[in-house]
């Protein structure tokens, strides 16, 4: 099946610095790729997604890069600022339509 | 908007009780999902419900059962709790097929099993 793998699990970023965090994943069939947030105690929030048509996608200082060759993807937010410290998800559906599988994902600590 | 309200949000058993955790979701998605999540190993499915009246295995279902009652509603069930299932569970609701996958989450119950 699907597994989606995890490049480093804590990550620590000085504040106003830039953070960039890795997901590589297994099924190459894999078009749909969604990044997650979750805060202490909460459930995790969607961020944002990129499909397979695409390699770049923006968001509100977040972007998502994704190089199929390789079968990879990162998560990129700018100007890190100590709301951003949380857990980060990478999640991929199985094939089509099936349920997310999630990496392990990475703790991200805003030093300020 | 309430979303994907999960209770209780606290439970402890003891080893062999058992107890149904509830989950109802606002948004009108076909699609309804239980996960749990353990110190470093991430988000893993339980069960899954693709749609009203269909409901699969995910990766981890020993020892859980679950039932769609209506589109809003899915419960998972410990029919008789070990403390391996001492963990954090996560409903989640989405629209697959429209062609957007993104699952959104409930804020969890935090279940110990002693």
């Known amino acids: 099946g699907e597994s989606v793998g995890l490049h480093l699990p804590t990550l620590s970023v000085q504040e106003g610095d830039n953070s960039i965090i890795n997901c590589a994943y297994s099924n190459s069939a894999s078009d749909y790729f969604i990044w997650y947030k979750q805060e202490s105690g909460k459930g995790p929030q969607f961020i944002i997604d990129i499909r397979s048509n695409m390699d770049k996608r923006q968001g509100q200082r977040v972007t998502v890069l994704l190089n199929k060759t390789v079968k990879h993807l990162s998560l990129q937010i700018a100007a890190t600022q100590p709301g951003d410290s949380a857990v980060y998800f990478c999640a991929v559906p199985f094939s089509g339509n099936t349920p997310l599988v999630f990496g392990k994902g990475t703790r991200l600590s805003v030093i300020a | ?114």
């Open chain 2, 1 to 114: 908007n309430a979303g994907v309200t999960q209770t209780p949000k606290f439970q402890v058993l003891k080893t062999g009780q058992s107890m149904t955790l509830q989950c109802a979701q606002d948004m009108n998605h076909n699609s309804m999902y239980w996960y749990r999540q353990d110190p470093g190993m991430g988000l893993r499915l339980i069960y899954y419900s693709a749609s009203e009246g269909t409901t699969d295995k995910g990766e981890v279902p020993n020892g859980y059962n679950v039932s769609r009652l209506n589109k809003r509603e899915f419960s998972l069930r410990l029919e008789s709790a070990a403390p391996s299932q001492t963990s954090v569970y996560f409903c989640a609701s989405s629209e697959i097929g429209r062609g957007r996958a993104e699952a959104f989450f409930g804020q969890g119950t935090r279940l110990t099993v002693v």
